[in-house]
């Protein structure tokens, strides 16, 4: 293996002979994502499935800020990361931010990619080869994005974090069972160990050690090593829902199924995992922070064994969210938080006055303390048809049009348009380009789009309507129908018309009753409508 000095010399030469001029030539290369200077957040939404990213978008009337419909990542047959430089510029192009990752800092064995994966070889270099393959994959875009070392590694379970034991490939419950879990992590002897003088501390978690550990590699392979300095790092989606009450409960659940644990052990060892500040890589190696919220309620119909529903005020779901922004302001230097993972639902339902409620508090939550505590995004959460299942995560979080959260939802974004924001600033202060300012607006006399879209004839219809509209210039066009949830059923027409009037005949064919939505779509701008199928 190369001395780790000398390749850190080498890198940087090659950097001056032919990475920086490479970068210089795209005026995006140095820059990073920055929070709204106005104030406010940015809107992202998660798509599991195809038509999530429209179904907020005509929810809510507007665009989305980040993620995209089609992602920007994959894996190979080995199962290594593989970046799509092509799907990432797609999302450019249409405005919207993506998120990227390496190979994710989970030992899990079921949940890794990567066979016999452990933070303990990555620190070791066992992967440099495929860290420099997907350098020269990011450097092909060179556009910020967002960096996760790994997803919500506290998260359901939180089994394995970042490893623990001594070569780092045993779980949580490995280090319960043998009183372990801590002074089994010593980075000092790996290369580049000047990123870790602070870390091996006997007292924190070994786990989080190892987590922060990837972090800052990851950060000084691809930031200093390799110069993108475009990419802009988050903070694993630390889950805001976290508290004492959630430590005294995982304590409890593990002294029921793992007898004879010591219960003094079990405690401190959880405190250590959970506490953000052990959790936080520091600020040298931090863009943005970003924090996993949910407010959920266990119904017994999703949950085998469950007697009776057990449900949560939003109140207290606030009070855990205000506890660790307090943290997290105290702990961090100013750093922009943002909404990883963000999902109000009640269980399963698709449209629930309840939700509408929660969705209601919330919001005014957060317009209300959100820049205060340096809030400046939200990812909504979907719903993933592998995990949407009885006693997994029987939640469904998106939001739909028409639908009683929906329509709470689109009336806070109408009364306070300027604190969501449709368009991503950069760190030199200047706007993503291709951003769509004017928004989805449903109601063409305020639309500043180049088309005017006319209510379809008949409506109420069946099984055939005519769908009309005008174009003030020859433009390219997309005419689709969607179905309440968003779902794409049908595409009437793509291509490129002259200006006038225009009207295509649409046959609903074998769909069942109900509210429909066709939209209109040129290279900037959309308008929707509904019509009512009556069989």
């Known amino acids: 293996m190369i001395n780790p000095i000398y390749r850190a010399i080498l890198y940087l030469f090659l950097l001056q002979l032919s990475i920086v001029p490479l970068l ?18 940015y809107i992202g939404q998660y798509e599991w499935m195809p038509g999530h990213v429209d179904t907020l978008e005509m929810t809510i009337q507007r665009p989305t800020a980040w993620f995209s419909r089609q992602g920007a990542m994959d894996i190979n047959s080995g199962g290594f990361p593989v970046f799509d430089p092509v799907a990432a510029e797609n999302a450019w ?16 064995p079921l949940e890794s990619t990567v066979a016999d994966f452990t933070v303990d070889k990555l620190l070791q270099g066992a992967y440099d080869t495929t860290l420099t393959r997907l350098a020269g994959e990011f450097r092909q875009f060179s556009k910020p994005m967002f960096f996760i070392t790994a997803r919500e590694p506290l998260g359901i379970g939180f089994d394995y974090m970042g490893g623990f034991g001594s070569a780092g490939d045993e779980n949580l419950e ?53 110069g993108l300095k475009f990419l802009t790092f988050e903070t694993m989606g630390y889950p805001a829902g976290f508290d004492s009450e959630t430590i005294t409960n995982k304590v409890d659940e593990y002294l029921f199924e793992i007898p004879g644990l010591d219960s003094l052990h079990t405690r401190r060892l959880m405190e250590s995992s959970i506490d953000f500040e052990n959790n936080y890589p520091g600020d040298d190696y931090v863009d943005w922070v970003s924090i996993n919220f949910y407010t959920v309620d ?21 009070e855990k969210l205000e506890y660790n922004l307090n943290r997290i302001k105290n702990i961090t230097s100013g750093k922009p938080v943002y909404f990883l993972e963000f999902g109000l639902p009640d269980g399963r339902k698709k449209d629930s006055p309840r939700a509408a ?42 939001v739909r049009p028409g639908t009683a959260q929906g329509i709470k939802l689109r009336e806070v974004v109408n009364a306070n348009p300027d604190y969501f924001n449709s368009c991503v600033y950069l760190s030199d202060g200047s706007r993503i380009p291709n951003c769509n300012i004017t928004g989805i607006n449903d109601n063409p006399s305020n639309s500043l789009a180049n088309f005017k879209l006319e209510q379809n004839y008949p409506n109420p219809f069946n099984p055939e309507t ?10 390219n066009i997309k005419l689709d129908v969607f179905d309440i949830t968003g779902q794409q059923i049908s595409s009437i027409y793509q291509g490129t018309l002259n200006a006038g009037s225009h009207s295509f005949s649409w046959q609903a064919g074998d769909i069942p009753s109900g509210v429909y939505l066709y939209r209109i779509t040129d290279d900037a701008n959309a308008q929707i409508r509904k019509m009512t199928l009556i069989r």
């Not at 210089?24 to 957040?41: C, R, T, W």
């Not at 990123?195 to 691809?222: K, M």
């Open 466 to 475: 005519t769908i009309a509209f005008e174009l003030s210039k020859r433009s």
């Open 357 to 398: 409620s929660r969705v209601d508090s919330v919001f005014q939550y957060l317009l209300a303390n959100g820049d205060n505590y340096n809030v400046h995004g939200i990812s909504f959460w979907s719903l993933n048809p592998f995990w949407f299942v009885k006693d997994n995560f029987p939640f469904d979080c998106l």
């Open 174 to 226: 490995w280090a319960l069972v043998n009183n372990s879990g801590f002074a089994e992590f010593d980075p000092s002897g790996f290369p580049y160990s000047f990123l870790y003088t602070d870390l091996g501390d006997p007292t924190v978690s070994d786990g989080v050690e190892r987590l922060v550990a990837a972090q800052r590699y990851y950060h000084y392979v691809f930031t200093e090593l390799e």
């Open 24 to 41: 210089a030539q795209n005026p995006y290369s140095n820059l990073k994502i920055a929070p709204p200077p106005q104030g406010g957040v």
């Open 93 to 108: 192009q249409n405005g919207k931010i993506v998120i990227v990752n390496a190979i994710e800092a989970i030992t899990d």
């Open 298 to 318: 266990y119904y017994a119909e999703d949950w085998t064994g469950l007697e009776e529903d057990i449900l949560f005020s939003t109140a207290y779901y606030l």
